[in-house]
């Protein structure tokens, strides 16, 4: 007769990298975080406040409810929303595709500001 004992976990607190990375480790670099929400109302806000403790480039913010059809793209001057259409949805395009295509296209400028 086999008998199991319940699944146990520890888990532990991880540090948080976002700071060390662009303060000590790749202060040139264009950095992007992510920001995911449950409250639409408070979004903006939260995504501004880590532009402005971390001082990187760009968060990435969405809501929970629809993170795989939008986010918004918020900079120190701007925030962009992206979207997919009902078409796009349909033929399978994903959220991601439109996010790399805008970030490759931000990276570029930062690079062209650092020459």
Known sequence: MTFFSPLQITMKMVPKML???V???APEAFVISFK???D???LIDKSRQALEKYRHQVVVANILESRRT???IVTKDSQTPLSLSEEE???GVE???KIVSYLQGQHTLFMEKKI
Do not use: C, G, N, R
Request: glycine share 0%; proline share 10%.
């Open 70 to 72: 939008s986010v918004i």
């Open 19 to 21: 700071s060390p990375l």
């Open 95 to 97: 959220i991601e595709e």
């Open 40 to 42: 639409p109302l408070i």
């Open 36 to 38: 995911l929400e449950t």
């Open 89 to 91: 949805i349909a033929q």
């Open 23 to 25: 303060k000590e480790w």
